[in-house]
């Protein structure tokens, strides 16, 4: 199925958790990362039971640190 990622399209496998989603990307454990789902934020705690539909779009905001 489409989903979008940051307005990119991409593919992904149908009944993916959130979760599961972002381990595939090497994103799950990374600190600092928000994660908003079809224009609403979606806490950390709630990423497992986020089951993702075809057209879903997803927005990744990542905090770095450094001067």
Excluded: C, H, P
């Excluded at 399209?9 to 090497?26: D, H, K, M």
């Excluded at 994660?35 to 057209?55: P, Y």
Aim: proline letters at 0%.
């Amino acid at each position: 199925m489409q989903i979008y990622v940051n307005d990119r399209a991409t593919e992904t496998a149908e009944g993916q958790t959130l979760q599961t989603w972002l381990a595939a990307q090497g994103l799950a454990d990374r600190k600092g990362l928000a994660v908003a789902l079809n224009g609403a934020v979606v806490s950390r705690d709630k990423w497992a039971s986020q089951t993702l539909q075809a057209q879903d779009k997803i927005i990744l905001i990542g905090v770095f640190y450094g001067g």
